[in-house]
């Protein structure tokens, strides 16, 4: 990192109001970014905890020493997981270089979490369908979506009305993990009961334009481009929220998708009701897809795709759950 008096502007950046509390910079640079206010939030949390750490000193007062400290620092002292490290390195690297505009050097030898491989837990297909079978209205559907697109939760409530494309079968996520797009498969089996949730969703969107409501939370740009976009039907939530709630970006009432934790407790709760003994997070339902399409011959290249995942070593995870019974091992206990 370069002194206080040296900035670096990289191409496309925004020089933050130099008048503004160092949080409110952070907000405006985040908001021409478009980043989503999740983000924006957890990086926040990192640099106050950084700020914390060194005991309340300005960054621009501190340097690669100090960032390689607090790094540390979280890997021995507070055994942070891998990931958890990585995304207070990227707030950092989003702090210096996208809000002050200096230069963020190369870290030297910091210490790194201790990564231990981990299987990820996956249900058998009797146990997704004894999931399901406990599971009814829109988490249901939710649900059953998951499983059956390979989608993380946070992209399947996300999607937007434009997104489902029932001719093409199909269906795309936008930003997703990495900032990334791609398509999945839409389930055969899911047209109809997911057709007939956006006509109940078009008569509630109906319903508030009618009551002066019917805006969603679209990003800066296309807000500014097309002011009247947010009410459309087309950039609506698939899984609007049933409550209705002031958007803390522009003030505007309108409707959120569904609450994150809300499908959370409900796939965790229909696990216990079917008797499934293992930790059920919607997650899981990504990893069931994943080793169910392996199991069922389909080529790991294609399922990395599905998933989004940037190499196919992390593809390859799945494969150590995967049921092989042509391997022919037999226990010694059975003789």
């Given at each position: ?81 891998v990931s958890s490290q990585n995304q207070a ?9 996208e809000v002050l505009h200096q230069p963020f ?169 079917a008797g499934v003994c293992k930790a059920v ?55």
């Open positions: 990192m370069a002194s206080a008096n040296t900035t670096f502007q990289p191409l496309g950046s925004l020089i933050p109001n130099p008048k503004l509390r160092l949080r409110e910079q952070v907000h405006e640079v985040m908001r021409f970014k478009q980043f989503s206010l999740r983000t924006e939030s957890a990086y926040w949390n990192w640099m106050r905890q950084f700020i914390f750490f060194h005991h309340k000193r300005h960054p621009r007062e501190m340097g690669k020493a100090e960032v390689e400290a607090f790094l540390t620092h979280l890997a021995k002292t507070r055994n942070v997981a390195l990227n707030a950092l690297v989003f702090l210096y270089r050097d190369p870290l030297g030898n910091i210490e790194r979490p201790h990564r231990l491989p981990r299987i990820p837990v996956v249900l058998s297909r009797a146990e997704v369908t004894r999931l399901f079978e406990t599971m009814d209205g829109t988490f249901g559907l939710i649900a059953r979506l998951l499983y059956g697109t390979g989608m993380r939760l946070m992209e399947g409530l996300r999607l937007r009305i434009k997104d489902v494309d029932f001719e093409r079968g199909q269906i795309l996520i936008q930003d997703g993990k990495g900032f990334k797009d791609r398509v999945t498969v839409l389930p055969e089996s899911l047209r109809v009961p997911l057709t007939a949730h956006l006509k109940r969703v078009e008569g509630l969107h109906q319903r508030d334009l009618k009551a002066g409501l019917g805006r969603v939370w679209l990003p800066g740009a296309l807000r500014v481009k097309f002011p009247k976009a947010n009410q459309e039907w087309i950039w609506q939530w698939v899984f609007p929220s049933k409550m209705i709630s002031v958007d803390p970006e522009s003030g505007q009432r309108g409707r959120h998708h569904v609450n994150a934790m809300s499908v959370q407790r409900a796939v965790k709760a229909a696990a216990r009701v997070t919607p997650h899981v339902l990504r990893h069931s897809f994943a080793t169910h399409l392996l199991e069922g011959g389909t080529d790991i290249r294609t399922v990395q795709d599905l998933l989004g995942h940037k190499d196919v070593s992390t593809t390859q995870i799945y494969t150590h759950v995967m049921a092989k019974p042509g391997l022919g091992v037999r226990s010694p206990l059975d003789g």
